[in-house]
């Protein structure tokens, strides 16, 4: 869910101005997964642009008080989310903790890295939401050390249905700053893309995983 439509419509200016999201309906990308797509995020690259970081970082911190109040900790996921991540727990004057995608096979074996405890409240930074899965296994890590996790907050979702059905089978309550259909209003409307291309890229968030077989 998008909490500001004015905040998602920038988001998705800042980030195609910057070539962090790259449309390429006739040359797809191929991710992977071996999907093909019309489109590729990057939203690492923000981290480049001191303005637009600080302007994604101020809008991610007062998300998370508006949704979910004051948690204990931020959590990031490894390793997309660990930049946003600690830039939003600065703002708020929060510890900062981040979740591998497994284990360390060395060492203390920890996947979450930081200082912890049992009964803390989380909320979760994440760039970007596809299936959701590897964002959700960041939850149940933490989970499993005894954190409340209050709910995620990402830069960017693709809105597709698997994930939508992912995390409410987690039980967990996601928000984005901005989405794909922003993001194809935001490009149809600035000339970024053409008409062609926009039936193009509505038809491959219906079935992407069925998309350009051939």
Request: glycine fraction near 6%; aromatic fraction near 8%; proline fraction near 5%.
């Amino acid at each position: 869910m998008v909490l500001d439509k004015n905040t998602a419509k920038k988001t998705a200016e800042l980030l195609l101005q910057i070539n962090a999201i790259k449309l390429k309906p006739e040359n797809p990308f191929t991710w992977a997964s071996g999907w093909k797509s019309p489109i590729y995020c990057d939203n690492r690259i923000l981290l480049s642009y001191p303005p637009i970081r600080n302007y994604v970082r101020d809008e991610m911190a007062k998300q998370v008080e508006t949704l979910y109040g004051k948690p204990d900790v931020i959590a990031g996921v490894a390793t997309g989310a660990i930049g946003i991540g600690a830039l939003v727990a600065d703002v708020l004057g929060l510890p900062f903790i981040y979740v591998r995608p497994e284990p360390k096979s060395h060492g203390r074996k920890n996947q979450v890295e930081g200082h912890l405890e049992k009964n803390q409240t989380a909320v979760v930074i994440e760039d970007l939401i596809s299936t959701g899965k590897s964002s959700l296994n960041a939850v149940d890590a933490l989970r499993n050390e005894g954190v409340n996790v209050k709910g995620m907050l990402a830069i960017f979702t693709y809105g597709f249905e698997t994930a939508t059905t992912n995390f409410i089978e987690k039980d967990l309550k996601l928000n984005t700053l901005s989405s794909y259909d922003y993001l194809i209003e935001q490009a149809s409307e600035t000339g970024y893309i053409k008409e062609d291309q926009l039936r193009t890229l509505m038809e491959w968030r219906i079935a992407p995983s069925k998309w350009n077989q051939h």
